[in-house]
C-alpha cells in the first residue's frame, strides 16, 4: 500500500494526448517523514506507521511534539498509515511510488456550512404553500411524540443542526499526472473541503 499525504489547492482541467479534458483536483505535496513505527508486540498493540506533514513556527510547537519529532521536521500534523513494506524512522515518503494511471482512495474534511435547517442539511421539501399557510415554506413539519416513543423524540430523528466539517472519503479516483518537480498530484474528480485542507491519498 502506498500513501502521500498534501493540501488541497485548487481544480483545474487536463488535456490527455488523445485531447479529451480531465476536470482535476491539485494537491500540494510537502515534506513527509516517518516519525514513529508501531508494532503488535508492543504496547500499541497494532500495527501502523506515523508520518508527519507541513511545516509551522518553531515557537508554536510544544515540548512534547519536540521531543517526539527531534530533529527530523517541525511539523504542523501526523497521521497514521499501514503500509505492506517495511519502513524506518527517518523514511521520507514522495511521489514517487505514484504514477498515473493509478487508483487511488482519498480522505479530507469537507467544507463547514455552519447551523443550517433541514431543508439544506437533509434535503426536506418543507411546508406547503397552500392558503392558510404562513411561513411554513422551510419548516420541518411534525417531528414525532405522543403517538411514539413515550412522548420523546426519537434518537437520530433528522433536524436542523450543525452541518459539514465532516471526513469525507472518496474511493476510486484515477491519478491523472503526476509532478515531482513541483511537487503537485493531479487527481480526476472533485476532492472534498475548502483550499489548503489537508488531504490523505491511499493507492494500492
Known amino acids: ?44 498493540g497494532y500495527t501502523a506507521v506515523q508520518v508527519g506533514f507541513g511545516e509551522r513556527k518553531v515557537k508554536n510547537i510544544n515540548k512534547p511534539a519536540k521531543g517526539h519529532n527531534k530533529d527530523l521536521g517541525n511539523f ?32 479530507s474534511i469537507s467544507k463547514g456550512k455552519g447551523f443550517q435547517g433541514v431543508v439544506k442539511r437533509h434535503g426536506f421539501h418543507g411546508g406547503p404553500r397552500s392558503h392558510g399557510q404562513k411561513h411554513s415554506e422551510r419548516e420541518p413539519g411534525s417531528i ?40 503537485e498530484l493531479f487527481i480526476r474528480g472533485a476532492i472534498a473541503g475548502r483550499r489548503g485542507t489537508t488531504v490523505s491519498v491511499v493507492g494500492k
Open 1 to 44: 500500500m502506498k500513501f502521500i499525504v498534501g493540501t488541497k489547492v485548487n481544480m483545474t482541467q487536463i488535456f490527455d494526448e488523445t485531447g479529451r479534458v480531465h476536470p482535476v483536483t491539485v494537491l500540494k505535496i510537502g515534506k513527509v517523514v516517518v516519525t514513529q513505527v508501531k508494532d503488535a508486540t508492543t504496547k500499541d
Open 144 to 183: 414525532g411524540g405522543a403517538g411514539r416513543d413515550g412522548g420523546r423524540v426519537a434518537k437520530g430523528k433528522r433536524m436542523a443542526g450543525r452541518m459539514g466539517s465532516d471526513v469525507i472519503t472518496t474511493k476510486g479516483l484515477t491519478v491523472i499526472k503526476v509532478s515531482p518537480e513541483s511537487g
Open 76 to 107: 504542523s500534523g501526523t497521521k497514521e498509515f499501514k503500509p505492506d513494506t517495511e519502513m524506518k524512522v527517518g523514511d521520507i515518503v514522495d511521489l514517487s511510488t505514484f504514477a498515473a494511471g493509478d487508483m487511488v482512495t482519498v480522505s
